[in-house]
């Protein structure tokens, strides 16, 4: 129905709502409320041996990446957002939207330091700079509603983002039957569908928080569901497998951006309520308090559990502590986000006295090997969802291929194999166990079985990007270079925005002798990315075939620029 439909009858939590985060979570971004500066001290900034520039005009918000030399500029490309990501409160990031296909910009605006940076998740080198493909995961929690196409994965239909508020119906559910029951267009009888989270069971009830503020170390979504498949009143383990370890907090007192539910349930406070406390136990999810009255607001939540007993310390080491006496202040202090730059967050562990270590502090850095054992992850709701063993299956399988293929292990690709074979026996459709086991049968060696596992599996997933580029790359590796075409032809096809494909496409027409198709296939891999080197390698190559020997000495001079970086 959308939020407006709501307005109506809830016109005063409509109006606080307004006022909070997450009201404004989306927006087009010639239209967003401008929180970033766009002076040019601020909005250019170097990394990596680049220069970055945001810049709002008239046609719209722009970024731009530069590499410039001791001989002028290397090469400048300048790339249109039209996707806003974020209050601003903290931050806020942009999408590019090409056609219903979105892409995550490397530059975002960081709002407690007021500067410009990297987006988070993108080093200073290497990073995938206007080519990180936004998924249906990040969509479906920083947008309200949004217009998909039936049966096509990360795919949007215009205008992409259909409701930018994250909506009532995220967390009390469709509303079309209540809005009629309640317009008198449908009978009465029986109980209002609407949803009220805090009737829910304290798991269902937590869900609707944790459908966006559990990330998890990793996650995979359970067979045959979307990542837009939740409802209020459901289990988080019944759409999605989300892999925890620890309170991601580090020994150097810093935390991970999304980490606020491990932490929540590590704390004493949430072990001795007996699922009483929950999110909504501190926070109004209708309105956030205003700067003078955030002490008395959240001292009022802490004192309604803790009522029979006030803080032990005396009020002067109190005051000393915080000079508001704020409960918040002394036991859920800032801390640094060890994952998002330029940005801190509260500490919800809740501890009696934080400013000691606490037992379960992770390691002074993150998990960036991550584990391979089940003792040291575990499965997020797996009581109140259990899983039968092939759905366990399943989705440790795929969590360790992509292990495997990160370090490329051939020990951790058999850790998954026996699991995901025996899933893949049940149902050879299912296109996330195709592209796992594939992976895994190539690392260990058995890349004809691969092959074989992947063209099963695109047969029904005749558009996965996964499966059409492992083909690619298989099939030009054993010298098959037409069967590698057929398959990076079809992959440019259905996603035309990656530099990485359209080079695949050049790499095998170049093989094919197809000199002037492969100079156009190359061409449009540089106009996506003109920072890599291997494509201009391409472009000298078949520019030399093509007989025109001067734009190869071009080509060849520009890319010896860009290896100086």
């Not at 959308?2 to 979570?25: D, L, N, R, T, V």
Request: proline residues 6%; charged residues 25%.
């Amino acid at each position: 129905m959308g939020s407006q439909a709501c307005q109506g009858c809830h016109a005063e939590i409509a109006a606080a709502y307004a006022g909070h985060p997450m009201a404004q979570s989306a927006s087009s971004a010639a239209e967003a409320p401008v929180v970033e500066s766009y002076a040019p001290e601020v909005a250019r900034f170097s990394k990596g041996g680049c220069e970055y520039v945001a810049e709002r005009t008239e046609e719209g918000v722009y970024h731009q990446e530069l590499q410039r030399d001791e001989e002028g500029e290397v090469y400048s490309q300048r790339v249109e957002v039209q996707w806003a990501i974020g209050s601003g409160e903290r931050g806020r990031s942009y999408f590019i939207d090409r056609g219903g296909i979105l892409f995550l910009s490397p530059l975002s605006w960081y709002s407690q330091r007021r500067t410009w940076d990297l987006s988070p998740g993108f080093p200073e080198r290497g990073h995938l700079r206007f080519e990180r493909q936004v998924t249906g995961r990040c969509l479906h929690c920083h947008a309200g509603r949004v217009n998909r196409l039936p049966g096509v994965v990360e795919r949007f239909a215009h205008p992409v983002v259909r409701e930018g508020a994250i909506s009532c119906e995220r967390c009390h559910g469709p509303g079309r039957e209540h809005v009629a029951r309640h317009q008198g267009g449908a009978p009465s009888e029986g109980d209002d569908p609407i949803v009220n989270p805090r009737k829910l069971s304290p798991s269902q009830r937590e869900s609707v928080c944790n459908q966006c503020h559990l990330q998890g170390l990793d996650e995979v979504l359970r067979y045959g569901r979307t990542d837009f498949d939740f409802r209020p009143g459901m289990n988080l383990g019944e759409v999605w497998s989300v892999f925890v370890e620890g309170t991601g907090v580090v020994a150097s007192g810093q935390t991970t951006a999304v980490s606020h539910v491990q932490q929540m349930q590590a704390s004493q406070c949430f072990q001795e309520s007996d699922g009483r406390l929950g999110c909504i136990s501190c926070h109004d999810p209708h309105r956030v308090p205003q700067p003078d009255e955030r002490r008395d607001f959240f001292n009022s939540r802490c004192a309604s559990c803790h009522s029979d007993r006030s803080c032990s310390l005396p009020v002067a080491e109190r005051q000393a502590n915080s000079a508001g006496d704020s409960c918040i202040d002394c036991h859920m202090p800032r801390l640094g986000a060890v994952d998002v730059p330029h940005t801190s967050q509260t500490d919800h562990r809740v501890l009696k006295r934080p400013t000691q270590p606490a037992p379960e502090s992770e390691p002074s850095q993150p998990s960036t090997v991550d584990p391979l054992k089940e003792t040291d992850m575990q499965i997020f709701d797996l009581a109140e969802v259990p899983l039968a063993n092939s759905e366990l299956d399943r989705a440790w399988g795929i969590l360790l291929a992509g292990r495997a293929e990160q370090r490329q292990s051939t020990e951790v690709a058999q850790q998954a194999l026996e699991r995901l074979q025996r899933v893949w026996e049940l149902d050879r459709g299912d296109g996330a166990v195709a592209d796992a086991y594939g992976i895994c049968l190539a690392l260990t060696g058995e890349v004809e079985q691969a092959i074989e596992i992947w063209s099963r599996g695109l047969l029904a997933n005749p558009r996965s990007e996964s499966l059409l580029y492992s083909l690619g790359l298989a099939h030009f590796t054993a010298g098959r270079h037409a069967e590698a075409f057929r398959h990076f032809d079809r992959l440019v096809t259905v996603n035309p925005w990656r530099s990485d494909y359209q080079g695949q496409r050049a790499r095998t027409l170049l093989a094919l002798g197809q000199m002037p198709a492969a100079l156009e296939a190359a061409t449009a891999a540089r106009e996506l990315n003109p920072s890599l080197p291997l494509v201009y390698e391409w472009l000298v190559y078949a520019s030399e075939q093509a007989g025109q020997p001067e734009q190869a000495a071009r080509y060849r001079q520009l890319e010896q620029r860009i290896r100086r970086r």
